[in-house]
């Protein structure tokens, strides 16, 4: 069983500024919890124990987030909020975190290398909380239960417009192994002209120790910066890495659009909130009918 999930967590979200210039972009809410909460909880889902955060010293909030805060239970236990005096105590007892420290900014691949000495040579899972999957079962244990019976690296797929590859990495396909996982012969991280395929990697990976033993060595690659991506394909390249479609609806909560998608998706499964979403969307039609 996989047990390791890293978090890269260090980035400036400059894609929600001015939100973000004070508080880190993974607390930016999704109805009433920061969408750092949902790709934990996603994680403790998939049988995950132990969350590396890769952070940095303006992000200090994040600690604060999943620490136990004894003089807010104790006032929701004194006012008989209940329900949420065990939903507080909930997500700080089932988290073991582990927190790490990105001092330059060198890219996705430079970040999951800081938690190689906490990860010690085991296979492990990445998730960018940046991407929040609105699914039935979670996709990190989708990715997981695959792993199980094929023992190699598997990245989460999606299907984008050909207009928005050049935003992903994006796999060459050797071959479909049914039930949407393919064997990958390729990579390009944000192509430019001739994307290999359609398929683009989203913030979902399982991957094997070799992948962390390539990033130690690996040069920097676009944007000057150490890519996961890379780090991927040479693993591609020597042994093999599959991909995976997941079952489930993905929003890119780093950037206006996608977080306001999540927040009505996510409103459907709040009843004090369903109601109002309801209101808001008929007002919206009439007015601009």
């Known amino acids: ?113 800081q938690a190689a000495s906490v990860i010690n040579n085991e296979p492990f899972v990445v998730i960018l909380p940046d991407d929040i999957f609105y699914s039935k079962e979670s996709v990190t244990k989708q990715l997981v239960d695959r792993f199980a019976t094929v023992q190699k690296s598997i990245v989460g797929l999606q299907s984008v417009a050909p207009e928005k590859t050049h935003l992903y990495g994006v796999v060459s396909i050797d071959s479909d192994e049914g039930n949407g996982l393919y064997k990958l012969n390729d990579m390009v991280e944000k192509p430019k002209v001739n994307p290999p395929s359609n398929k683009a990697i989203v913030g979902r990976y399982v991957l094997t120790p070799d992948v962390m033993d390539v990033l130690a060595s690996i040069k920097p690659g676009v944007g000057g910066e150490i890519q996961l991506t890379d780090a991927i394909l040479k ?16 929003f890119d909560c780093g950037n206006k659009e996608g977080l306001l998608r999540a927040s009505i998706a996510f409103a459907r499964d709040y009843p004090d909130t369903l109601s109002a979403l309801i209101d808001e969307t008929k007002d919206l039609h009439n007015n601009h009918r």
């Open 235 to 250: 693993v591609c390249q020597d042994d093999a890495v599959y991909g995976m479609e997941y079952e489930g609806r993905r």
């Open 1 to 113: 069983m996989i047990k390791k999930a890293v978090f890269p967590v260090a980035g400036f979200g400059t894609r929600m500024l001015p939100a973000t210039k004070s508080i880190p972009k993974e607390l930016l809410n999704i109805v009433n919890k920061p969408l750092i909460h949902y790709a934990v909880m996603e994680a403790i889902a998939a049988g995950i124990e132990e969350i590396i955060f890769v952070t940095a010293n303006h992000k200090r909030a994040l600690d604060d987030y999943f620490d136990d805060n004894f003089q807010l239970n104790q006032a929701l236990k004194e006012a008989g909020k209940t329900d949420l005096y065990h939903e507080m105590k909930d997500i700080a007892g089932r988290v073991h975190p582990i927190f790490v420290r990105q001092k330059e900014q060198k890219g996705l691949g430079h970040a999951i290398l």
